[in-house]
């Protein structure tokens, strides 16, 4: 009977310790920079418009190349458009169109931007990553 105990004791803490070396690595991941996640890769975007109410009032969705850490390409139905983006902590900087990253792991990540324009309030940018 003691030998079964030993084993089952056993048994636990070796699940134990995987749990906690797994749930670690995620931990890691998680606090990766975003200028390491989007250098040379694509991702499908959806773009929300918020009216005052903080209903979506638009949606649109596009294809975004980041083709160095410092340029990049827009793809829609309206054709292609370079652009310059930076990344400073938890903010992007689109052409001098500033957002706040609201949430990101490896394969998404959220913008988001408040501004004043008639009955639109905010802006949110859904990126899912492509390749």
């Known amino acids: 009977m003691r030998n079964k105990e030993s ?25 990766r920079p975003l ?6 890769t694509v991702w499908k975007v959806t773009e929300l418009e918020y009216n005052l109410d903080d209903e979506a ?10 083709l160095t850490d410092s340029t990049g390409i827009l793809v829609s139905d309206y054709g292609d458009e370079y652009f310059n983006y930076s990344i400073d902590g938890r903010l992007v900087n689109f052409d001098s169109i500033i957002y ?19 009955d639109k309030m905010k802006r949110v940018l859904t990126f ?4």
């Open 35 to 40: 200028s390491e996640i989007v250098c040379q």
């Open 7 to 31: 084993f089952i004791c056993l048994l636990f803490s070796v699940f134990f310790i995987v749990v906690l070396f797994l749930s670690g690595c995620k931990d890691d991941d998680a606090n």
């Open 128 to 131: 899912n990553k492509m390749y």
């Open 100 to 118: 706040l990253i609201l949430e990101q792991t490896d394969d998404r990540f959220v913008l988001q931007r408040y501004y004043n324009n008639g």
């Open 57 to 66: 009032s638009n949606e649109e969705t596009y294809i975004v190349q980041f």
